[in-house]
Nanobody, 116 residues
Framework: QVQLVESGGGQVQAGGSLRLSCAAS????????AGWYRQRPGFEREYVAL??????TYRPSVEGRFTIARDDSKNSLHLQMNSLQPGETAVYYC???????????WGQGTQVTVST
């Protein structure tokens, strides 16, 4: 089963940027969905950015500030996050899966902390 490992999290001041990366242990090309989710303190996990069958969807609150990129040749996924806000402090998770069965795999998460 594919293993996903996130990196790039850390602490940044409001308005700053971070680039998250997700490395897969094997090919992710068979998964039609790849993306990033986050879980903020006291909230349920929520999607941030998804690529499903070539269509990219962003959470409205991050549209224009975050950019997702998928590189199947390197079995990797990235999330460029700009103009980060304190309310976006969360654990960010990488995900790959199948949209039809909703079966997929999660990384262990990487902490992003945005300070004022």
């Amino acid at each position: 089963q594919v293993q996903l490992v996130e990196s790039g999290g850390g602490q940044v001041q409001a308005g700053g940027s971070l680039r998250l990366s997700c490395a897969a242990s094997e090919s992710i090309s068979t998964f039609d969905t790849a993306g990033w989710y986050r879980q903020r303190p006291g909230f349920e996990r929520e999607y941030v950015a998804l690529i499903t069958r070539g269509v990219t969807t962003y959470r409205p609150s991050v549209e224009g500030r975050f950019t997702i990129a998928r590189d199947d040749s390197k079995n990797s996924l990235h999330l460029q996050m700009n103009s980060l806000q304190p309310g976006e402090t969360a654990v960010y998770y990488c995900y790959v899966g199948h949209s039809t069965t909703r079966l997929g795999h999660w990384g262990q998460g990487t902490q992003v902390t945005v300070s004022t």
